[in-house]
Nanobody
C-alpha cells in the first residue's frame, strides 16, 4: 500500500502562485508515476500533470501547459505542483495520485491506484 498526503492548499488571489506538496509513504518503491488531478464541484476529475517517478519525464494537458509545473524529490518521496498566475477557474480540490504499474496512460484517472485525500485551492478575484 502507498499512502499519499497533500498539503499546501489555501486561499490565493487571482494572479498569485501556489505550490502544493504530496508526500508518499508505505511501499514507495512500487511507485512508477505520480500525478495531480483537480475536481471542481459538479465536474469530473481533471488531469493536471504527471511525472514518471524515476526518469522525471513530465506530462501536461495542452490546456494547462505553461502555468503548471510538476516536480519531484525522490529522496523525500514527495511530488510538487506549482501553479502560477492563478485564475478563478483553477479553484478546485487538488488530488495527487500514484501509479504502481507504470502501464497506465498518464492523464486517465483509472491509471492510478492510490489517491490522497485532496487539498482545497480557493482563488479570489
Amino acid at each position: 500500500q502507498v499512502q499519499l498526503v497533500e498539503s499546501g492548499g489555501g486561499s490565493v488571489q487571482a494572479g498569485g502562485s501556489l505550490r502544493l506538496s504530496c508526500a508518499a509513504s508505505g511501499r514507495t518503491f512500487s511507485i512508477k508515476a505520480m500525478g495531480w488531478f483537480r475536481q471542481a464541484p459538479g465536474t469530473e476529475r481533471e488531469f493536471v500533470a504527471a511525472t514518471s517517478w524515476y526518469s522525471g519525464r513530465t506530462y501536461y494537458p495542452d490546456s494547462l501547459k505553461g502555468r503548471f509545473a510538476i516536480s519531484r524529490d525522490n529522496a523525500k518521496n514527495t511530488v510538487y505542483i506549482e501553479i502560477n498566475t492563478l485564475k478563478p477557474e483553477d479553484m478546485a480540490v487538488y488530488y495527487c495520485a500514484a501509479d504502481s504499474t507504470g502501464r497506465g496512460t498518464k492523464h486517465l484517472v483509472a491509471s492510478y491506484d492510490y489517491w490522497g485525500q485532496g487539498t482545497q485551492v480557493t482563488v479570489s478575484s
